[in-house]
Nanobody, 116 residues
């Protein structure tokens, strides 16, 4: 089992920056990928950024060049640095970790609000 606890988020201004952090505990040795998802009101949850245990990253097109995902395997943390925020980035952001096909874990979610 893996537990994920998010921090950060809150209110940011359009064009500004926010950083989300996620700390994993439990069977962290078995995690091979971590990610950030988001869900805006009335919309489906979507993948924002993903990072493998080797550091390979993936970004949703709309956040490329603005968001950076990073991972500290020693500390079992994953961060999402969000720059040049846009109103459409406003959503509940969820930390995600996977240990394989039968192991998917989610954080409780953290609200990101962007004021224009």
């Amino acid at each position: 089992q893996v537990q994920l606890v998010e921090s950060g988020g809150g209110l940011g201004q359009a064009g500004g920056s926010l950083t989300l952090s996620c700390a994993a505990s439990g069977s962290t040795f078995s995690i091979y990928a971590m990610a950030w998802y988001r869900q805006a009101p009335g919309k489906q949850r979507e993948l924002v950024a993903r990072i493998s245990s080797s550091g390979t990253t993936y970004y949703k097109d709309s956040v490329k060049g603005r968001f950076t995902i990073s991972r500290d395997n020693a500390k079992n943390t994953v961060d999402l640095q969000m720059n040049s925020l846009k109103p459409e980035d406003m959503a509940v952001y969820y930390c995600y970790a996977t240990t394989g096909p039968r192991g998917e874990y989610w954080g409780q979610g953290t609200q990101v609000t962007v004021s224009s």
